[in-house]
């Protein structure tokens, strides 16, 4: 089968700092996958360098067989790569419902310089199935700041969705979220992404969430990816064990 995104020989440093080494990875159509990885092993760089915030040193991405590599996000997501991320980036001074109208006029027109230019027929009625999808009815009104941790990352995630992409990176999408409620959000959010094609790729520090949403999982540790495959392998892997999940000391 032909990968949707192939990543190849990614390399990236920072200074002294390496955070990518030789990272070769692929996805394809609809899958789900699981990134996994201590602190600082590379695994929001692997996700600024595929979408466009950071440019690989060396390497190449190509995403349904063109060349994206080192194209600037605005760029990369036109070709149908988008993410959320680990902090939530709303506009504070509005509602889910208005930062959502935004993402939508911008990403049907471009040139919106209001959200209030958005509130038309069309947009509205894609506005009201988001927010079905994503169960924000009832938070649609309030503002960003007065919203639980989980809701705004669902919406910063429905926004990333507007523009309809193949691919979506979800960096720490249970980050900053109550254990309990990891589960429900997580259900919510594969919910809303199921029945399109998107692949997504979420980077996850709960090995329990891992295995029950990723089909495979990749573990980064110190830039590099050391495992890769069925969630099972992965996490029963020694290597993953001792420098991931902290299982072997
Ligand atoms: N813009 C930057 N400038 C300098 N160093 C950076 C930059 N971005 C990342 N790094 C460094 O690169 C390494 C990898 O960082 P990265 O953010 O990719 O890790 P991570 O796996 O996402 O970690 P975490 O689980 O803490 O989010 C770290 O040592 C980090 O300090
Ligand atoms: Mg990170």
């Excluded at 440019?55 to 760029?75: A, E, M, Q, W």
């Excluded at 959200?115 to 506005?127: C, I, S, Y």
């Excluded at 169960?135 to 507007?162: F, N």
Aim: aromatic content about 6%; hydrophobic content about 45%.
């Amino acid at each position: 089968m032909t990968a949707l995104i192939e990543a190849r020989g990614l390399h990236k440093s920072f200074g002294a700092v390496v955070a990518a080494r030789d990272v070769s990875v692929m996805a394809r159509r609809g899958e789900r996958v699981g990134l996994i990885g201590n602190n600082g092993a590379g695994k929001t760089t692997f996700v600024n360098m595929v979408t466009g915030y950071v440019k690989p040193d060396r390497g190449s991405i190509l995403l349904d067989g063109i060349d994206i590599t080192g194209l600037p996000p605005r760029v990369v997501s036109r070709h149908g790569v988008s993410r959320s991320f680990q902090m939530p980036q709303l506009f504070q001074s509005m509602t889910p419902e208005e930062n959502m109208l935004m993402a939508l006029g911008i990403a049907r027109s471009e040139r919106l310089s209001s959200w209030r230019d958005a509130r038309t027929p069309d947009l509205m009625a894609e506005l009201h199935d988001l927010l079905a999808r994503f169960r924000l009815g009832e938070y649609r009104d309030r503002s960003i700041a007065a919203l639980p941790g989980g809701v705004r990352k669902l919406v910063d995630i429905a926004m990333a969705v507007t523009r309809r992409p193949k691919l979506l990176l979800l960096d720490e999408p249970t980050s900053g979220v109550a254990a309990e409620e990891k589960f429900p959000l997580m259900d919510v959010i594969m919910s809303a992404l199921a029945g399109g094609e998107v692949a997504v790729l979420f980077v996850e520090h709960d090995m329990e969430i891992v295995a029950r949403y990723a089909e495979r999982v990749l573990a980064f540790y110190d830039g590099r990816v050391i495992a890769d495959d069925i969630p099972t392998t992965v996490l029963g892997n020694e290597e993953v064990q001792r420098y991931v999940t902290g299982i072997v000391q």
